[in-house]
């Protein structure tokens, strides 16, 4: 049984530039969440999908958007990047069902130069 | 505001002993807790969880307490090992929002000696 996969596992990208990082959930999981982690802190909730809607939102600009596909994997998109979104982002996916037990994927290491 | 914090930025044991690690909450409302394990490079491993009707559950070699009075939960990890050196995190959630946003707090490292 597969967990959560994410890709690309690194990434260097230019201030500016656009960035698209893939999550594909735990099988038998419906939601996906993404979070932000900065280098010595704990995770920061982006936004969670469910039903390939966005249903909840963290305290992220809108430069931060995402989108969940039908097979319930999803995709973060950050725009116009800038130095500070530099971190590992995370993609966690749970059950809706019961909404517990939220599994992390090994994250995407982007950094912004 | 929601918050979850940690006592301690870091845990040193020797191999063998226990450790506990401890976590403060300030939202009251939040009924469901969650413990993670992040080594270096690597995205967060589930360990445990409880509910807020439970004071006390029990894994392998992990307990977790929980004492709402206080607001505060711990982790404890018998026998510890050098591989459990890691940073831990412990979130909290609110489950009947209908969704899942959890709240972390900083993370404690622990380091274990042989």
């Known amino acids: 049984d597969a967990g959560v996969t994410q890709s690309p596992t690194h990434l260097i990208k230019t201030r500016g530039q656009q960035v698209t990082l893939r999550c594909s959930p735990k099988s038998g999981h419906d939601t996906v969440s993404w979070y932000q982690q900065a280098l010595g802190q704990g995770p920061q909730f982006i936004f969670q999908?469910?039903?390939?809607?966005?249903?909840q939102r963290g305290n992220f600009p809108d430069r931060f958007s995402g989108h969940q596909f039908p097979n319930y994997s999803s995709e973060l998109n950050v725009n116009a990047l800038l130095l500070g979104d530099s971190a590992l982002y995370l993609c966690?996916?749970?059950?809706?069902?019961?909404?517990?037990?939220?599994?992390f994927g090994q994250g995407t290491r982007l950094t912004v130069v | 505001g929601e918050s979850v914090g940690l006592h301690l930025p870091t845990l040193s044991v020797q191999e063998g002993d226990n450790s506990i690690i401890n976590c403060a909450y300030s939202?009251?409302?939040?009924?469901?807790f969650i413990w993670y394990k992040q080594e270096s490079g690597k995205g967060p491993q589930f360990i445990i969880d409880?509910?807020?009707?439970?004071d006390k559950r029990q894994g392998q070699r992990v307990t977790v307490l929980l004492n709402k009075t206080v607001k505060h939960l711990s982790l404890q990890i018998a026998a510890t090992q050098p591989g459990d050196s890691a940073v831990y995190f412990c979130?909290?959630?609110?489950?009947?929002?209908?969704?899942?946003?959890?709240?972390f707090g900083t993370g404690t490292r622990l380091l274990v000696s042989p």
């Open positions: 999908y469910y039903e390939e809607e966005e249903r």
């Open positions: 966690a996916s749970s059950w809706a069902e019961t909404n517990t037990e939220a599994f």
């Open positions: 939202n009251s409302a939040s009924d469901y």
């Open positions: 409880i509910r807020s009707n439970m």
């Open positions: 979130a909290e959630n609110k489950e009947n929002t209908g969704f899942q946003k959890l709240v």
